[in-house]
């Protein structure tokens, strides 16, 4: 296969726009590719503007063509990564009252089926067949699906653009039968009353942004709809909970940083919201109602690793707040589960995950022991409050995800599920390690990787490099079941757990933010040249690959680096970084300033993103070749910004390197809709990168 570009790849026009900030004038030739009625685009994809959507479709014929001679190994590839999903995979249903809940997928299916099944033994009930409500559609989406507490109404949402703008519907249980309530343009999810006849939403605004909350009670017209409460500054994001006691419903008001939450009673609709602890730059918490008491998690008085306190419920003011589990330097808590008698804990202790269960009488605490070196939890916990048992996942990069039930009080762990992998994997053919590399400054940037057991570490290997670095989120040490593809191709998979997660505390975080935020970046290229130094890989046969905020990394690291990388895989990237941050009418811009800076506001801020920014870092030098994956309709990176960031590329790259766009027409942010379909695409994009290391099948 030939690994040069057609020389035909598209070239935008170039129409200058100048932009002044803070004295510094910067021209932009591909500002025009941002639709003016970005907005309309997002619900009606037919409203993109004539010149931009020829460009678009150029830009697909152009990587259509380019990789034309991986039409076979693309379909061998989507055949490998369905044929490793058990086609009529189905949940371990979750008990709440008379009911268990789960969901299911039919052999072929895209979407899930709901269903419930008698806790005393009977037939199944499908609530709702994702596949049938999915027929006829381009791009579907299914948001929530949730019951009633009298177990009479399924509430559920709907997404047909991938533009995140969610339908909710409600259906009557059993009939099946949909009322005519229907409330358009929502965030996709919604709690029940406790009565069980209306539920509480969040509307988005014409710039996406959930500012509204209100209440809709059944067999009402939604313009009816009772506001809740309003939310004025556009740098919140905003949501509604219920309690598994169905007590409370919580309005979760948040930013990156800052949160705050206001409560009322689930069985008064009228209920004015009531503040718990008003927000403080910086300070965070979050509620877990427990009966009579809540559970706080917060970084309150410089808990930079969290810490948990309890409250009467009747008032839950923060001059009543008293400490449980005390602030410990290097052991973030991620989240907490309160049960009747137990108080259950996701934490991250040296780079690790561990469980811990507290019993809530005597305070007495144990862990749930795991062996391996590198793996993943995840707390599932349940419907139900007055109960002993809890249910957790484990998983490894070479140990399929197992689902457990937890006897709090006997300490008995009983396996529910484990993943089953039809076409075959035994874990014993593979090897995960945990690697520590040394960053400029001398932090050790965890590495967790895969690959063949037996395979040479002489550097001929390929190795796919992935990483994110952003919003505090980690990549955990899971099991995948795609890159098996990679591996069983002789392929090292790794993850590199750099700054701008918390992989190694909430101090991780903040190192790799704001003005500390280029730590990211040369974290990763840190970790590249380990896995270089240590010969899992060389740099000609080594990819890297990010999607949205770890697209921007990938953006930047070819700015940095672009010796370094044979190739760049960037999903939705978030390249246009001083642009987007500069655009306030945005959906995600507001919100987003805590992360990186306001540049609007701030000139340090702005000469700060100015320095990384892909986009407008881009220079005169040889760059990796670059396949950029986009959406149209997605709202969190908007398309034009791969767009431009290609046009651009292509104007500076001095290597015969191909630079590549592939743009969903008919999705957004999450690419295409279905279990399968979107296999299609990382079926695409791992042809790209077998093709860039010469494996031809």
């Not at 899930?112 to 596949?131: A, K, N, T």
């Not at 690793?305 to 309890?310: A, E, L, V």
């Not at 070196?373 to 599932?380: K, N, T």
């Amino acid at each position: 296969m030939s690994a040069q570009a057609p020389s035909s790849a598209p070239r935008p026009e170039k129409r200058p726009h100048e932009d002044t900030r803070h004295g510094v004038t910067r021209t932009d030739d591909y500002a025009w590719l941002r639709a003016e009625n970005w907005q309309e685009v997002l619900k009606d994809p037919s409203r993109l503007a004539a010149d931009i959507r020829t460009h678009l479709e150029a830009e697909n014929a152009y990587q259509e063509q380019f990789l034309e001679d991986t039409k076979g190994l693309q379909k061998t590839l989507f055949a490998e990564m369905k044929g490793r999903i058990k086609e009529d995979d189905s949940s371990v249903p979750l008990k709440d009252g008379p009911f268990a809940y789960g969901s299911a997928f039919r052999e072929g299916g895209e979407h899930p089926r709901f269903f419930r099944v008698p806790r005393e033994g009977g037939e199944e009930e499908v609530l709702l067949d994702g596949d049938g409500e999915a027929d006829g559609r381009a791009y579907f989406h299914i948001g929530t699906v949730d019951h009633s507490p009298d177990h009479g109404h399924l509430l559920w949402s709907y997404d047909d653009k991938g533009s995140e703008f969610y339908t909710l519907k409600v259906r009557a249980l059993p009939s099946g039968t949909d009322l005519e309530d229907e409330v358009e343009n929502t965030s996709g999810s919604g709690s029940f009353n406790a009565g069980g006849n209306g539920f509480y939403y969040t509307r988005l605004d014409d710039n996406h942004r959930p500012s509204k909350v209100f209440f809709h009670a059944l067999g009402t017209p939604a313009a009816e709809d009772r506001l809740i409460y309003e939310e004025t500054d556009p740098g919140f994001f905003m949501n509604v909970v219920d309690s598994r006691l169905n007590d409370w419903i919580l309005i979760s008001i948040h930013d990156h940083e800052t949160s705050e939450y206001r409560i009322l009673p689930a069985d008064d609709p009228h209920a004015a919201p009531r503040l718990v602890a008003e927000r403080e730059t910086g300070v965070q918490y979050d509620l877990e109602p427990a009966g009579e008491a809540f559970f706080i998690l917060t970084n309150r008085d410089g808990a930079k690793d969290f810490k948990i306190m309890t409250a009467p419920a009747a008032d839950p003011s923060p001059a009543t707040w008293r400490e449980v589990v005390p602030h410990e330097p290097g052991r973030l808590i991620l989240s907490l589960l309160a049960f009747k008698d137990y108080l259950v804990r996701l934490e991250r202790k040296d780079g690790l995950p561990r469980i811990v269960v507290r019993e809530r009488a005597s305070g007495d605490e144990h862990v749930i022991a795991f062996d391996e070196e590198a793996y993943s939890l995840g707390l599932i916990g349940s419907f139900e409050y007055d109960t002993d048992v809890f249910r957790f996942t484990y998983s490894s990069m070479t140990t399929p995800a197992q689902e457990f039930d937890y006897n709090m009080r006997t300490r008995a762990r009983t396996l529910l599920k484990t993943q089953e992998v039809p076409s075959g994997h035994d874990p014993a053919d593979y090897v995960t390690r945990r690697l520590m590399a040394p960053a400029p400054d001398g932090a050790l940037v965890p590495i967790s990787l895969v690959h063949r057991r037996g395979m040479p570490l002489d550097g001929s290997a390929p190795c796919l490099l992935f990483g994110y670095g952003a919003y505090g989120i980690t990549i955990p040490a899971a099991f995948r079941t795609n890159p098996l593809s990679l591996v069983d191709r002789g392929f090292v998979y790794a993850i590199a757990h750099i700054r701008g997660g918390k992989d190694k505390g909430f101090a991780w975080y903040e190192d790799g933010k704001r003005e500390k935020k280029t730590n990211t970046f040369t974290d990763f290229i840190a970790c590249a040249r380990h896995l270089v130094a240590e010969g899992y890989t060389s740099h000609d046969r080594l990819i890297a690959e990010g999607g949205s905020a770890g697209g921007m990394l990938m953006g930047a690291v070819a700015n940095m680096a672009p010796r370094d990388f044979r190739a760049i895989v960037a999903g939705v990237p978030f390249v246009d970084v001083l642009n987007t941050m500069l655009d306030d009418t945005l959906p995600l811009t507001p919100p987003e300033w805590p992360e990186w800076g306001n540049p609007i506001a701030s000139r340090e801020d702005y000469e700060t993103i100015a320095a990384y920014s892909p986009y407008d870092n881009v220079a005169d030098q040889p760059y990796p070749a670059v396949l950029a994956i986009a959406g149209l309709t997605d709202p969190r990176v908007t398309y034009w910004e791969p767009a431009k960031w290609v046009a651009r590329l292509r104007d500076h790259n001095t290597s015969d390197n191909p630079i590549l766009m592939k743009i969903n027409l008919d999705a957004g942010h999450a690419g295409a809709s279905g279990r399968f379909s979107s296999l299609e695409e990382k079926a695409l994009s791992y042809a790209f990168v077998l093709k860039m290391v010469g494996i031809e099948e």
